[in-house]
């Protein structure tokens, strides 16, 4: 039996419950983007104001530290505003005092010490001894001989290739920290790659998932190139790699990077002949702590150095002749500097 009116009135009862849902689905979605929004505010703060803290040891409060000391440099682009830490540890001579605000003692030195002065790192390495200059480092492993070698070829480098550069295991990577905003780096190798498995070159690094990789490698379509690859941690995407450029077979292969603050750029040359630099001017403000996604390690410094990889797992070498590292003053235009 069909009461009149009865279907109407139940039809407008679901319309009425279907407005009251629409309306708390829209509030909930307002005060979901609000409370974002005012997350992503405190964090932005958090952020800032953590870039301009002096970052000293507990228990030691920092008077005065300059910007060249602590490794800090107000970012230009892409990042306006920020100020970012590049050089890792900061370090710095100040004045302290004890909790309760009391100047700690100045202890004189012992009486008949000798200055005993550090000599200067060389600008260029030769590779010409059996151990590794103390600049340089490497990657975890407590087994450097599968790594590298100085002895197997004299006045070289060897990288035998072994994982991904982002690789957090068994990787070859050699390199020395970056201890200047402004500095010029270079290196030469001989590597014949097989595939588009085998790479090797120079590379800006901070860690794993914070790097600008400049290679040489082979694929089907363009032969033996240079191209370079990059980690963007807080970018939408996070990694990104140019086009190749085809390069000559079977001649060794001088790379370079200029750094500018927050400004790098890449250049080649083959058998001393003119160097053709990367159109591409890359982010060098993403070798810092900030620029992480939140909860990751950090505070390492950026590193510059030599890298090799073979993922095939046939540890096919690479060989590098030297390698120069000159820290400098800015530079506008870094194609007129004739020589890293």
């Known amino acids: 039996m069909r009461i009149p009116g009865h279907a109407l009135t139940a039809r407008r009862g679901r319309h009425r419950r279907a407005g009251l849902w629409r309306w708390v689905t829209i509030a909930l979605l307002v005060v979901a983007v609000g409370a974002s929004l005012v997350a992503g505010v405190a964090y932005a703060g958090f952020r800032y104001e953590d870039a301009r803290s002096d970052r000293a040891m507990p228990g030691v409060r920092i008077e005065y530290v300059s910007a060249t000391t602590t490794g800090l440099f107000e970012q230009t682009a892409p990042h306006y505003g920020e100020i970012w830490y590049d050089l890792g ?6 004045r302290t005092t004890t909790a309760e605000g ?3 003692e100045v202890v004189p030195a012992p009486r008949g010490l000798t200055p005993q002065p ?3 790192t060389r600008v260029r ?27 197997e070829r004299k006045g070289h ?24 905003h402004c500095y010029s780096a270079s290196t030469i190798v001989e590597f014949e790659p097989e595939h588009f498995q085998q790479m090797a070159g120079l590379v800006c690094y901070y860690n794993s998932s914070k790097f600008h990789y400049f290679y040489v490698s082979r694929d089907e379509e ?39 603050y927050e400004r790098l750029r890449f250049a080649y040359r083959m058998k001393e002949g003119v160097w053709q630099w990367l159109p591409q001017q890359f982010d060098a403000s993403i070798l810092s702590d900030e620029a992480s996604a939140p909860g990751l390690p950090n505070f390492t410094g950026a ?9 095939a797992g046939t540890a096919t070498p690479a060989d590098f002749d030297w390698f120069v590292y000159r820290e400098r003053e800015y530079v506008g235009d870094v194609s007129r500097l004739t020589n890293p």
Do not use: N
Request: charged share 25%; aromatic share 6%.
């Open 125 to 151: 390495e030769e590779f010409d001894e059996d151990t590794l200059p103390i600049a340089f480092q490497w990657l975890r492993s407590p087994c450097p001989d599968e790594l590298f070698s100085l002895r």
């Open 102 to 104: 009391i100047p700690m």
């Open 157 to 180: 480098l060897r990288l035998y290739g072994r994982e991904t550069i982002g690789s957090l295991f068994r990787q070859a990577l050699v390199a020395r920290r970056q201890q200047s």
């Open 222 to 260: 363009s032969g033996k190139h240079v191209r370079v690859m990059s980690a963007l941690p807080d970018q939408v995407t996070s990694d990104a790699c140019t086009p190749p450029i085809a390069i000559a077979e079977g001649v060794p292969i001088e790379l370079r990077v200029e750094v500018d």
């Open 303 to 311: 590193f510059v150095g030599m890298a090799c990889q073979d993922l």
């Open 89 to 94: 540890g900061h370090r710095a001579m100040s």
């Open 118 to 120: 550090h000599p200067p």
